[in-house]
């Protein structure tokens, strides 16, 4: 009897023997020696690619929700792995804790979110791996195994990005912070401007990211930062209602720039500038509704200006359908051997397809661009990459699928996607 599974977007599907939701570990690890393989583990489905595709067991963490235990003066959580961003957040900020950084997607499991090794933005903060202290994992043979970074700081750097790989993460220890006030801006410059003080701007902030608006010419940055200001109100979210307009006007207009550009500037006017002071839970996430496809390469921080003008160009020469803005922040380097942001600073490009329409052309043209400037693909979003192209971008690949092979003797956790990833023969 076949289930049927997809991802947010739909445009990953499997149809699995069994989509299982363990209670607990035990019965997570009986079901990783006895279901159908390969096994697979899916957090909230927010991936585009096929980490979690399987014909075998989907496992649903789902039930792995809560918090496990906290230590108030080390700002420590231990959570379980299932846990939704958007409720973690609102039990660490019930602890007196915060996230010291966040993407603007709050619907990830924490799982998952680890495993693909998101992130938000700033040039110091790291992504959310980078807060591990304790892992709790169930290995290929079902056993339960826990890794601290006080001794086992090699395992940490190892499985921090899992990609359900090493294990299926059950629990984690989490170093936060103190909980805290953003104040957020919001504005709009031209892109030239944007790509020529693209590292003083992206460096004057604690946090800052932009948005650069396809056939528009101009870009929205926004800038947090730390604020002992009392609460003001967030204004009501734009965005989904500036896509439709971009929508619409790339449909009417696909094939006339100029007209599309003075209407998408004239749309640009309007929007007020944004500035607020908010709780940090409150300022992170947004609402996304629309639905799309994404590819996101992580590159060397200071080739990332030129790298957006190429794909700008790419864009508005060959792709006139697109009308999503393209996504740039800052990452700060980490000792994770399977983090795209291991020993480098990183400006990470996002580019979205509208998920109604075929993306691939539209990626197939941009990945040669990121590719040529030494980028790293997202895990979690879509690319081509495979275990000989990988294995030349990151050092410790061959130490980090050793570990692998420990973790996964049986490769009960290798479905045909993840083989050809990690370069397993069937």
């Given at each position: 009897?076949?289930?049927?599974?997809s991802?947010?977007?739909?445009?990953?599907?499997?149809?699995?023997?069994?989509?299982?939701?363990p209670?607990?570990?035990?019965?997570?690890?009986?079901?990783?020696?006895?279901?159908?393989?390969?096994?697979?583990?899916?957090?909230?489905?927010?991936?585009?690619?096929?980490?979690?595709?399987?014909?075998?067991?989907?496992?649903?963490?789902?039930?792995?929700?809560?918090?496990?235990?906290?230590?108030?003066?080390?700002?420590?959580?231990?959570?379980?792995?299932?846990?939704?961003?958007?409720?973690?957040?609102h039990?660490?900020?019930?602890?007196?804790?915060?996230?010291?950084?966040?993407?603007?997607?709050?619907?990830?499991?924490?799982?998952?979110?680890?495993?693909?090794?998101?992130?938000?933005?700033?040039?110091?903060?790291?992504?959310?791996?980078?807060?591990?202290?304790?892992?709790?994992?169930?290995?290929?043979?079902?056993?339960?195994?826990?890794?601290?970074?006080?001794?086992?700081?090699?395992?940490?750097?190892?499985?921090?990005?899992?990609?359900?790989?090493?294990?299926?993460?059950?629990?984690?220890?989490?170093?936060?912070?103190?909980?805290?006030?953003?104040?957020?801006?919001?504005?709009?410059?031209?892109?030239?401007?944007?790509?020529?003080?693209?590292?003083?701007?992206?460096?004057?902030?604690?946090?800052?990211?932009?948005?650069?608006?396809?056939?528009?010419?101009?870009?929205?940055?926004?800038a947090?930062?730390?604020?002992?200001?009392?609460?003001?109100?967030?204004?009501p979210?734009?965005?989904?209602?500036?896509?439709?307009?971009?929508?619409?006007?790339?449909?009417?207009?696909?094939?006339?720039?100029?007209?599309?550009?003075?209407?998408?500037?004239?749309?640009?006017?309007?929007?007020?500038?944004?500035?607020?002071?908010?709780?940090w839970?409150?300022?992170?996430?947004?609402?996304?509704?629309?639905?799309?496809?994404?590819?996101?390469?992580?590159?060397?921080?200071?080739?990332?200006?030129?790298?957006?003008?190429?794909?700008?160009?790419?864009?508005?020469?060959?792709?006139?359908e697109?009308?999503?803005?393209?996504?740039?922040?800052?990452?700060?380097?980490?000792?994770?051997?399977?983090?795209?942001?291991?020993?480098?600073?990183?400006?990470?490009?996002?580019?979205?397809?509208?998920?109604?329409?075929?993306?691939?052309?539209?990626?197939?043209?941009?990945?040669?661009?990121?590719?040529?400037?030494?980028?790293?693909?997202?895990?979690?979003?879509?690319?081509?990459?495979?275990?000989?192209?990988?294995?030349?971008?990151?050092?410790?690949?061959?130490?980090?699928?050793?570990?692998?092979?420990?973790?996964?003797?049986?490769?009960?956790f290798?479905?045909?996607?993840?083989?050809?990833?990690?370069?397993?023969?069937?």
């Amino acid at each position: 009897m076949s289930n049927n599974w997809s991802n947010w977007s739909g445009y990953v599907t499997a149809e699995p023997w069994l989509v299982a939701s363990p209670n607990d570990a035990g019965e997570l690890g009986d079901l990783i020696r006895n279901a159908p393989g390969p096994v697979r583990v899916v957090g909230a489905g927010h991936s585009f690619t096929p980490l979690v595709k399987s014909e075998g067991t989907i496992l649903s963490l789902e039930k792995f929700e809560g918090l496990v235990s906290h230590d108030s003066g080390r700002h420590q959580a231990r959570v379980r792995a299932g846990t939704r961003l958007g409720p973690l957040m609102h039990i660490l900020q019930g602890l007196g804790q915060g996230l010291p950084n966040m993407g603007d997607i709050d619907r990830q499991a924490i799982g998952g979110a680890l495993g693909t090794a998101t992130h938000g933005s700033g040039p110091t903060l790291g992504a959310y791996h980078t807060q591990l202290e304790t892992v709790e994992v169930v290995d290929g043979l079902g056993k339960v195994r826990e890794f601290k970074r006080a001794g086992d700081q090699d395992m940490i750097h190892a499985i921090g990005v899992a990609l359900g790989a090493f294990g299926i993460l059950s629990e984690v220890t989490l170093n936060n912070i103190a909980t805290y006030r953003l104040r957020r801006r919001k504005w709009v410059l031209p892109i030239a401007d944007m790509l020529r003080d693209f590292e003083t701007m992206m460096a004057a902030h604690r946090s800052a990211e932009f948005y650069y608006i396809p056939f528009s010419g101009y870009a929205q940055f926004i800038a947090s930062d730390l604020s002992d200001a009392a609460p003001t109100a967030r204004p009501p979210e734009e965005d989904e209602a500036g896509l439709r307009t971009l929508r619409r006007l790339r449909t009417a207009l696909a094939w006339l720039p100029s007209l599309r550009r003075r209407l998408i500037l004239g749309a640009i006017a309007k929007l007020p500038a944004e500035d607020y002071v908010q709780d940090w839970l409150n300022v992170y996430a947004s609402d996304r509704q629309t639905k799309f496809n994404e590819m996101e390469y992580h590159l060397p921080y200071e080739e990332g200006p030129k790298v957006l003008a190429e794909i700008i160009a790419l864009t508005e020469r060959h792709f006139p359908e697109v009308y999503f803005p393209m996504e740039v922040r800052t990452v700060a380097p980490d000792d994770f051997w399977l983090s795209p942001f291991y020993k480098r600073l990183t400006c990470s490009i996002a580019i979205h397809h509208d998920a109604a329409s075929d993306p691939q052309p539209f990626m197939r043209a941009a990945e040669p661009i990121f590719r040529k400037y030494g980028g790293r693909p997202h895990w979690g979003k879509m690319h081509s990459l495979k275990a000989a192209d990988l294995k030349k971008l990151y050092p410790r690949w061959d130490d980090a699928m050793a570990v692998r092979r420990d973790i996964d003797p049986q490769n009960r956790f290798v479905s045909p996607y993840m083989a050809g990833l990690f370069g397993i023969e069937p």
